[in-house]
């Protein structure tokens, strides 16, 4: 992986959505940096959400329009494929992403490929880096095997990292099951480590509507620009220039550095464009970050929070990357889907981590005990209590045995797991949907988006059309073992979905 000497960004100007205004900026910032795309070209959006509930989440399809026209006008039949892949979140299948953000009927349109990452042959990257979390990481094929890769973020804040830009939307480049591993507060050091698995010749993030304070439901923030690059950690520095915020500070980028993807030394990045840095910094002014600790973010309200450190002595007094930040995600979306969330919330205690104080919860006063690293002892509702810790060191994890998690499975099983006043929810970590689940299993009257009727067809066929895929897969897999070796990179084997 070859990073450039002498990075460079370029910021544009662009107010609007017009896919033919999008797709000229893009092509002449191609042309400035001197990219020509070849061989197999692989966009990745961020569509970690899409739909009525999540308007600002994700890259929009107009942009994606305009960076893929741009493609094939400059890489042209030295591309022998061109497409556009990703895993959304919060265990939805990407088929309801691509869908609902628009980018199905785009591609469609443009007669451009696509790939729902979950669906597709896994492939094994091993690792050699000093201070990997792993020795090996699973990513999909298409990404794998990819001869010019072109990210395409959204330009958002993120409660669990302050932002994600270009090096945090690498969490799409692995399914869920691999996904969810390592997503803890070690999560900092798995969006570093994912860099080696491949990095983008180009990336252009579309901050024409930027999104604040939150990732899934962010406010939006009319930044009206542009941005490109052809160096990772160079493009979050400025990207995090233009909001005000130290790279260094946000430890994924800094990490990022240390790992050798480029500098955050803004004195050795070339930075271009009709936009100067000064007047993107104006543009950005007041924009908001999303890093708040859970006990805060609750204040105020039915819930409240109590948080403890994780297990790792060395990951300070906080899990970032894990279930806190997660039911921070999970009661913006239930609040977005039915706006009388608060009122209808019972009062609550929710914790996490090793916490050491006390629980000030009244008879009938629900607690619970969120994450498998929960570990506390005391009297609640006169009676003592004991809630160990089952946290299991990642080392005892197999990313090759992991399983996805089935959103059916867990919609049946919610409300039994939560009977009781005193309830543990296990996992490491607790999802975003998990939590969402959770939430209103225990607040009567809370509309549980998962069973909104307007979605419910379009989300149970793309989970049945991703089922019948990793059938098909588990087919082909006989035919690649008797083949032997699946690919030409690294050691790399088939491990399917
Ligand atoms: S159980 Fe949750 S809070 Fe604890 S380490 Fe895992 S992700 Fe973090």
Redesign the pocket.
């Known amino acids: 992986m070859k990073i450039p000497a002498e990075p460079k960004v370029i910021l544009r100007s662009c107010r609007d959505y017009d896919p033919e205004r999008i797709r000229t900026i893009i092509r002449e910032g191609l042309e400035e940096l001197g990219l020509r795309p070849f061989g197999r070209t692989l966009v990745k959006p961020n569509l970690v959400a899409a739909g009525p509930l999540f308007p600002y989440a994700y890259t929009r399809p107009e942009f994606g329009e305009g960076v893929l026209r741009a493609l094939q006008d400059v890489g042209g039949s030295s591309m022998t494929e061109l497409a556009a892949g990703e895993r959304c979140g919060i265990t939805v299948p990407t088929r309801v992403a691509f869908r609902e953000s628009g980018w199905d009927a785009m591609l469609k349109k443009i007669d451009v490929k696509k790939y729902h990452f979950e669906e597709e042959q896994q492939v094994e990257i091993p690792l050699s880096h000093k201070d990997r979390l792993r020795d090996y990481l699973f990513t999909p094929e298409p990404v794998a095997r990819a001869d010019f890769f072109v990210n395409c973020p959204k330009f958002k804040a993120h409660p669990w990292t302050t932002v994600t830009f270009s090096l945090k939307a690498y969490i799409g480049i692995q399914d869920d099951r691999h996904r969810l591993i390592d997503?803890?507060?070690k999560l900092n050091e798995k969006i570093a480590d994912l860099q080696h698995i491949i990095q983008p010749s180009f990336i252009a993030i579309d901050a024409i509507t930027a999104g604040e304070g939150r990732m899934l439901t962010p406010t939006p923030f009319p930044l009206g620009m542009i941005i490109m690059g052809n160096s990772q950690v160079a493009f979050d520095a400025v990207c995090c220039s233009i909001i005000g915020v130290d790279p260094m500070t946000v430890d994924h980028i800094r990490l990022a550095a240390q790992h050798g993807f480029g500098s955050t030394d803004l004195s050795k990045i070339k930075i271009t464009g009709d936009v100067s840095l000064e007047e993107a910094k104006q543009r950005a002014k007041g924009f908001k970050v999303g890093l708040i600790r859970v006990e805060k973010y609750f204040e105020g309200t039915n819930i409240s929070a109590y948080a403890g450190p994780?297990?790792d002595s060395e990951a300070g007094d906080y899990?970032w990357?894990?279930?806190?930040g997660?039911i921070e995600e999970a009661i913006e979306i239930l609040r977005v889907f039915d706006k009388e969330t608060d009122k209808k919330l019972t009062r609550m205690h929710v914790v996490?981590?090793k916490y050491e104080g006390g629980i000030d919860a009244k008879p009938g006063e629900k607690v619970i005990f969120?994450?498998?690293?929960?570990d506390w002892k005391g009297q609640l509702h006169g009676k003592p209590v004991a809630i160990e810790s089952l946290?299991k060191d990642r080392s005892s994890l197999d990313p090759h045995v992991a399983t996805s998690q089935d959103i059916f499975a867990k919609l049946a099983s919610a409300k039994a797991k939560l009977a009781g006043d005193v309830v543990r929810l296990e996992?490491?970590?607790?999802s975003v949907a998990e939590q969402v689940l959770a939430l209103v299993a225990v607040a009567p009257g809370v509309k549980n988006p998962y069973l909104d009727r307007s979605n419910m067809l379009t989300f149970t066929r793309a989970y049945l059309g991703w089922k019948a895929r990793v059938t098909l897969n588990k087919l082909q897999r006989r035919r690649y073992q008797q083949n032997g070796s699946f690919g030409s990179r690294g050691q790399a084997a088939p491990e399917l979905a």
């Not at 990357?321 to 806190?324: D, Q, R, Y």
């Not at 969120?370 to 929960?374: K, L, R, S």
């Not at 996992?427 to 607790?430: N, Q």
């Open positions: 997503h803890d507060h994780p297990p899990c990357g894990g279930c806190p997660a996490f981590g969120i994450g498998d690293c929960a946290y996992g490491c970590p607790v």
